[in-house]
């Protein structure tokens, strides 16, 4: 910490407030990484809330079955965008754990679903990933949607090249190939 010990971070306000900011934010990571994420009443998460209605826990409409109650980004800093409220004391997820039970992971977003069965796993035929494939020049730019975990026992597919990924019918003029991930035992 030589800068600090040299007497520029105490001469320097910009310098000072770059350190702070820099050591802040460190902290800030540091501690949300640690922290668990499913909060009781009266605890505030270490990042961001906002609502898609309102501004406020009471402005927001109840959670049907199945709902998509928080949209938690986990992008670069995380945050999390309340879009209803679970009925009666249930709360919803906040967590950063794609495997909580209660998340369908899109990119860089986890959409945590308000159930009444708490693991939102993979029915018996139902595909537990998409792929959209578009082919480029030399690669092919892959996206992939979770929509269900596959049973104990059981994995989902990684690449739409897996021998248990089925291709789509589309259109015959589509650049984008849809493939659908089905639920195949870990025992090799």
Not at 80 to 95: D, L, Y
Not at 153 to 175: A, Y
Request: net charge positive; proline share 7%; aromatic share 10%.
């Amino acid at each position: 910490m030589i800068w600090w010990e040299s007497g520029l971070v105490h001469r320097d306000p910009i310098s000072r407030m770059f350190i702070i900011t820099l050591l802040t934010t460190y902290m800030f990571v540091i501690s949300a990484s640690k922290l668990p994420f499913n909060f009781r009443h009266g605890h505030k998460p270490p990042f961001p809330i906002f609502y898609q209605t309102g501004n406020s826990e009471d402005d927001l409409p109840e959670c049907g079955q199945w709902s998509v109650c928080n949209r938690v980004d986990v992008y670069s800093v995380p945050w999390v965008e309340r879009r209803c409220r679970c009925p009666g004391k249930k709360t919803c997820s906040m967590s950063l754990n794609d495997q909580d039970g209660h998340t369908v992971i899109a990119k860089t977003r986890q959409y945590k679903v308000h159930t009444t069965p708490y693991p939102l796993l993979c029915q018996r035929k139902e595909p537990c990933r998409l792929f959209s494939v578009r082919k480029r020049s030399e690669v092919e730019d892959v996206n992939t949607d979770t929509l269900c975990h596959c049973p104990h026992g059981h994995v989902c597919p990684h690449n739409h090249k897996d021998s248990s990924v089925i291709l789509e019918p589309s259109h015959h003029r589509s650049r984008i190939r849809t493939y659908s991930g089905y639920c195949t035992s870990d025992v090799d």
